[in-house]
T-cell receptor, first 116, second 111 residues
Framework: DAGVTQSPTHLIKTRGQQVTLRCSPISGHKSVSWYQQVLGQGPQFIFQYYEKEERGRGNFPDRFSARQFPNYSSELNVNALLLGDSALYLC???????????????FGPGTRLTVL | DAKTTQPNSMESNEEEPVHLPCNHSTISGTDYIHWYRQLPSQGPEYVIHGLTSNVNNRMASLAIAEDRKSSTLILHRATLRDAAVYYCIRVGSGNTGKLIFGQGTTLQVKP
């Protein structure tokens, strides 16, 4: 079975531009979470979506938005890019919304975003 | 935020056991302890989790202190492939799919 897939693998943008990152969860998984990982640090939570509704939001500005589609895939959108948005963006899926019940999040390989 | 404390780095020799410690002195009675690891150039992967009792799976063992204020991830025979950053994470009841990653422990495995 395929794991979590993300596209594109790498992306280069300039300041002020907008970017859309895509994620396909493992088949049967209804929850998708997004994380930002800056070089040398652990991943930071951005959003969680479950059944197309936002269930959690991290401490990120409104320039960051996301949505989940009926097939449970998800997009992360970042507007007005800043140099500091350069990072690895990780998508993770799980069966359900609560990790106390559903235990594991399965991570994709990430999208490496470079903002020049 | 749910805090855990881990050493920044550890070294091990190949084929020897590795004990990775984690302190979570403010843990509540319903918080689980999860461990993830991140190999170079990959996303994190789940390793193991537990609540009170020690746990074993094919990847590792998790030993949880009786007062639950600390835990230890045990890799029984380290291989070069186990070189990674290991994260100890508290997961509370009602969790909404949010994992709070700290700096983790970077494990180096020497041949």
């Amino acid at each position: 079975d395929a794991g979590v897939t993300q596209s594109p693998t790498h992306l280069i943008k300039t300041r002020g531009q907008q970017v859309t990152l895509r994620c396909s969860p493992i088949s049967g998984h209804k929850s998708v979470s997004w994380y930002q990982q800056v070089l040398g640090q652990g991943p930071q939570f951005i959003f969680q979506y479950y059944e197309k509704e936002e269930r959690g939001r991290g401490n990120f500005p409104d320039r960051f938005s996301a949505r989940q589609f009926p097939n449970y895939s998800s997009e992360l959108n970042v507007n007005a890019l800043l140099l500091g948005d350069s990072a690895l963006y990780l998508c993770a899926s799980s069966l359900g919304p609560g990790l106390d019940t559903y235990n594991e999040q399965f991570f994709g390989p990430g999208t490496r975003l470079t903002v020049l | 935020d749910a805090k855990t404390t881990q050493p920044n780095s550890m070294e091990s020799n190949e084929e020897e056991p590795v004990h990775l410690p984690c302190n979570h002195s403010t843990i509540s009675g319903t918080d689980y302890i999860h461990w993830y690891r991140q190999l170079p150039s990959q996303g994190p992967e789940y390793v193991i989790h537990g609540l009170t009792s020690n746990v074993n799976n094919r990847m590792a063992s998790l030993a949880i202190a009786e007062d639950r204020k600390s835990s230890t991830l045990i890799l029984h025979r380290a291989t070069l492939r186990d070189a990674a950053v290991y994260y100890c994470i508290r997961v509370g009841s009602g969790n909404t799919g949010k994992l709070i990653f700290g700096q983790g422990t970077t494990l180096q495995v020497k041949p």
